[in-house]
């Protein structure tokens, strides 16, 4: 679905002057037009307009991998015409698909035996991970109160205010209470021994984030599998951990192998990973492994039989391409564990360089912490004359695309900047984007007066009533205020929004 605002209200026609040698008439831009065009005419009336996106690669707010190997595209243009639904008549990107499952379970310590096979399924990214590994424990938890005769009609599950949009939408688009434990500056992930006290017979789960996406911070799935255990111990509750490893998962088995996050914690009944990501193929692929059979109910597999032989299906929708799959395996069998390994490392050094580079500018303050997702989130020290929105727009002549966003609740008045460094990000870049930064920040220092400056001056933010008395606000009330300005202003901006 495409919510949008047209970008011209009085222009509803698509004119491509470059093209005419084909066609000299206008496309209407929101209807079909009557008649067929030559191929070329519309190859290059929609290249033209796809040059005004910004270059992925200097697009450093996505997790999201933007570049592969040449014979890997090969691979993936060769099979862009299979349905991957189709498993009986294309049975060889059926079994990549379950050596794929296989290997990540491995990689997450599974407790397989020697020839058991690990219980997972490709998606279409996390979210879709997310709503069937959520859907599995919703069913358990029904099954269960079910069979102790105890109503289940009020789930809930746990999780910090950190987590992505799509753990929102489960909870909205499956009828679950979503119990968030607060940020609080300084601490922007979930607090294990707040989130156990959140917990209660009608939970779910609760979802511990491997790699947040405001700062890239590991959440101490240790700690919170202990202290569930002892909570689990003492109600007589049996209630079960969800790693949303979407963005580390495929960095802590090569960064961080001692880390205990994963299978070998005895709570953690099931993970997903995005493949898109740090699994280093292009947007469009994720997965969600299980502990074992008996974490995934078996009446939310479907069995259908008229593509051909039985096959069983557990996803939210149904035809997809075959494509991101083969890329898949061909990253897991091309790198293997040691080029992995060797790419997060340079990933992670470069994100030094990059935090260095921020460092010795002495203009900000460093909100991620050097282990965890290889990224940097970073504030300005002094934003009296100029915010972290305005760094972010100026930078766009540049040709960066750096986002700035404001923490959630309890910590909404913070307001970071964030740099995610993928493989395709070299140290040359980022010593180039600190350049590129610094010379924003001398521009903006040069102007007289800054937006930020002229709402920070204005009285009505600067004071409130309080009976009757005029009492000069916080400063945290003050700059709460000017980023919901901020934000406000900025989005006025934007001619066309698409969700």
């Not at 511990?208 to 569930?228: H, M, P, Q, R, Y």
């Not at 390994?341 to 500018?361: P, S, Y």
Request: with cysteine; net charge negative; charged share 25%.
């Amino acid at each position: 679905m495409v919510l949008s605002k047209t970008a011209s209200e009085s222009d509803v026609s698509v004119h491509s002057t470059f093209a005419s040698r084909y066609v000299r008439t206008s496309f209407p831009r929101f209807k079909m037009p009557e008649n067929s065009t030559p191929k070329e005419a519309a190859y290059q009336i929609i290249n033209d307009e796809l040059m005004l996106d910004g270059n992925p690669r200097l697009n450093l707010a996505s997790f999201v991998t933007t570049w592969m190997e040449p014979e890997c595209d090969k691979l993936m243009m060769a099979s862009i015409n299979k349905n991957y639904v189709d498993m009986d008549e294309y049975p060889v990107t059926t079994e990549l698909q379950n050596r794929c499952v296989n290997m990540i379970a491995h990689l997450f310590n599974a407790p397989l035996e020697e020839s058991e096979t690990a219980v997972g399924v490709g998606t279409v990214g996390s979210s879709e991970a997310i709503m069937l590994a959520g859907l599995a424990f919703k069913r358990r938890w029904q099954n269960r109160r079910r069979a102790e005769g105890k109503p289940c009609d009020k789930p809930n599950i746990v999780t910090g205010a950190n987590v992505q949009v799509c753990w929102e939408k489960f909870a909205n688009y499956f009828e679950v209470e979503l119990k968030e434990v607060k940020l609080s500056e300084g601490y922007y992930v979930m607090d294990p021994v707040q989130a156990v006290e959140l917990v209660d017979e009608n939970t779910i789960c609760v979802a511990a984030i491997l790699g947040s996406t405001l700062n890239g911070e590991f959440e101490d799935v240790k700690l919170l599998n202990d202290l569930l255990m002892e909570k689990n111990k003492q109600t007589g509750w049996d209630t079960p951990i969800h790693v949303d490893a979407a963005s580390g998962g495929f960095i802590a088995p090569f960064l961080y192998p001692e880390l205990e996050w994963d299978f070998r914690l005895p709570l953690v009944k099931s993970i997903n990973v995005s493949g898109h990501k740090y699994g280093l193929v292009y947007a469009g692929i994720g997965w969600v492994i299980w502990r074992n059979k008996e974490d995934l109910p078996e009446e939310l597999i479907f069995h259908i039989n008229y593509l051909g032989a039985d096959q069983p299906t557990f996803t939210l929708n149904f035809s997809k391409g075959s494509s991101q799959i083969i890329a898949q395996y061909y990253q897991l069998i091309r790198l293997g564990f040691e080029g992995y390994r060797n790419i997060m490392e340079n990933c992670q050094e470069n994100a030094m360089v990059l935090k260095q580079g921020l460092v010795k500018t002495g203009r900000f303050n460093i909100v991620s912490k050097d282990n965890g997702v290889p990224l940097v989130a970073f504030s300005l020290k002094d934003n009296s004359r100029h915010n972290e929105f305005e760094i972010s727009d100026t930078l766009k002549r540049f040709g960066w695309i750096v986002p700035a966003y404001t923490m959630p609740a309890n910590a909404q008045h913070v307001t970071v900047l964030r740099v995610v460094i993928r493989e395709d990000f070299s140290r040359t870049l980022a010593e180039r984007l600190v350049l590129d930064i610094i010379k924003v920040i001398t521009y903006l220092d040069a102007l007289p007066s800054s937006f930020s400056a002229k709402v920070k001056n204005n009285d009505e933010l600067q004071v409130k009533m309080k009976n009757g008395t005029v009492v000069k606000k916080t400063d945290i009330e003050t700059q709460r205020e000017i980023t919901d300005v901020w934000k406000k202003f900025v989005m006025a901006r934007k001619a066309k929004v698409i969700c």
